[in-house]
């Protein structure tokens, strides 16, 4: 077992990993990263399970505006490396229960979802919401049916705990109580509402075709489960203030369907950069390869002083076709454009872009000409 002074060499290593936990990195620094975190994992091989979950227990509660996804990034970690911490955490709950629910949820140990779910009736609402998290960690549809009798808690954040999990869990029997949470007056319920039906949305692409998850070739017709959603999310869209209609867009884009383009376009009139940023990466979202010319008329029937707010949702959007159409951005009039296209080509990591760019490499703006070289370089990594 490592010395007792682990918890500074793991706190140390850890910090040095994520350093090279951003998403852009070089093909020097992703080598870099895999033996750091082959190092990490060896660490935590030799540190005492109970050490690994004091240190967990002093993560979970410490606080700061990046805090939490370290803490994500150090369970995910832990998780690799397969340490067996269920003894530990159980000793854990004679001296922070709150805690130990966390680290069940968070660990994740299925045999032990009977020990979660009794704590959804605690009198303890600060246990009562720690278990609910925790049992929207695990991903678990079938347990949705013990949730939704707590969206009616007399506590308001066990009521937004609750909401939230909801959309974790992926059930589509969860689309209709969330639709009626987004009428509850409390902010922060109402919010998770609208977040939890844009987590459900997302993850309808990329979970497994299981009896606990969804299916991951849903198409626009199948989508249609997520119908009644889209009227709610357009009215709070067009009524609400800037942080609902944010997240209303988000899920306007990830549920899909067509017919929310049009109110959709209808926001690019705002006057806030970061609601026309997050149009376009929806509608981008909904189109994707199979309307490209619908999603770049929306760009090019703009004013000139969102161009660069639409360009800068390239960084963002992910489809792989969208490259042709960016190309005759890098001879724009506006060097802060050609920047931007230029990173965003980067992203979109297409071996027919590299020659467009490599005769872009005479650009008279430095700025511009080092942006076009890192994008090169860029697809030149993930090509090899």
């Not at 059930?171 to 949470?181: E, G, H, M, R």
């Amino acid at each position: 077992m490592a010395s007792e002074d682990s918890g500074n060499s793991l706190g140390q290593k850890f910090k040095c990993y994520l350093k090279y936990t951003k998403p852009s990195l070089t093909k020097r620094q992703r080598g870099i990263r895999r033996r750091v975190e082959q190092e990490l994992e060896d660490l935590i091989k030799r540190t005492d399970p109970d050490e690994l979950i004091n240190w967990y227990v002093r993560a979970l509660w410490q606080k700061g505006e990046d805090h939490k996804s370290i803490l994500s990034n150090m369970v995910e970690v832990v998780k690799r490396a397969n340490v067996d911490l269920i003894q530990s955490i159980t000793k854990l709950f004679d001296r922070d229960m709150e805690a130990a629910i966390c680290a069940l949820g968070e660990f994740g140990y299925p045999e032990q979802v009977p020990e979660l779910l009794k704590y959804l009736n605690n009198y303890n609402s600060r246990i009562r919401e720690a278990a609910v998290r925790a049992i929207g960690k695990t991903g678990d549809s079938s347990l949705i049916g013990d949730l939704v009798p707590l969206l009616n808690d007399p506590n308001s954040f066990v009521q937004e705990a609750t909401t939230t999990a909801l959309g974790k869990l992926g059930s589509t029997k969860a689309i209709v109580p969330l639709i009626n949470q987004m009428k509850i007056n409390n902010h922060h319920v109402r919010l998770a509402a609208i977040n939890a039906l844009s987590v459900m949305a997302s993850r309808a692409d990329n979970q497994p075709n299981t009896s606990k998850g969804f299916n991951p070739n849903l198409g626009q017709v199948d989508r249609i489960i997520f119908a009644d959603a889209v009227d709610p999310l357009i009215d709070v869209m067009k009524n609400a203030i800037p942080e609902f209609q944010n997240a209303a867009i988000a899920a306007l884009g990830n549920i899909g369907l067509s017919c929310s383009i049009d109110p959709l376009l209808t926001m690019l009139s705002s006057d806030k950069k970061d609601i026309k940023k997050s149009v376009i990466i929806a509608i981008g979202k909904i189109c994707g390869s199979r309307a490209e010319e619908r999603f770049f008329e929306a760009i090019e029937n703009t004013e000139k002083p969102i161009e660069e707010a639409l360009l800068e949702a390239f960084r963002e959007i992910d489809i792989q076709n969208v490259s042709d159409s960016l190309i005759p951005f890098l001879n724009h009039l506006d060097p802060k454009i050609r920047t931007v296209t230029a990173e965003a080509l980067g992203k979109v990591g297409a071996r027919r872009a590299i020659a467009p760019l490599t005769e872009a490499l005479n650009e008279p703006d430095k700025d511009v000409r080092e942006a076009i070289k890192q994008a090169v370089d860029t697809i030149q990594d993930q090509l090899s």
